[in-house]
């Protein structure tokens, strides 16, 4: 059974930083893309930033280059997502996803708020 377990969200402010962990089980995950995928309060999914299997290729939406990383570690069946110069529009529940599944998990809240 696929298993993703999203931690490490909560309530920051305004420039401040956050890191989101994914725990996967149940696949072999060093076969697969990962993707950070987040869903703002009304909105519909919005892909954040993705990273290939052997971990040095990375992708990043426009609205998050330069303040969010991310990295995995295979070894460990873990991805990671470092959040920094955090923004009210961050404030989403964030999901990790390995590409080309439908697995998801129940995801993590960030809020940026002062």
């Known amino acids: 059974e696929v298993q993703l377990v999203d931690t490490g969200g909560g309530l920051v402010q305004p420039g401040g930083s956050l890191r989101l962990s994914c725990a996967a089980s149940?696949?072999?995950?060093?076969?697969?893309?990962m993707s950070w995928v987040r869903q703002a309060p009304g909105k519909g999914f919005e892909w954040v930033t993705a990273?290939?299997?052997?971990?040095?290729?990375?992708r990043y939406a426009d609205s998050v280059k330069g303040r969010f990383t991310i990295s995995r570690d295979n070894a460990k069946n873990t991805l990671t997502l470092q959040m920094g110069w955090l923004r009210p529009e961050d404030t989403a529940v964030y999901y990790c996803?390995?590409?080309?599944?439908?697995?998801w998990g129940r995801g993590t809240q960030v809020t940026v708020s002062s």
């Open positions: 996803h390995p590409s080309r599944t439908t697995a």
């Open positions: 149940g696949f072999t995950f060093s076969q697969y893309p």
């Open positions: 990273v290939s299997i052997n971990g040095v290729g990375t």
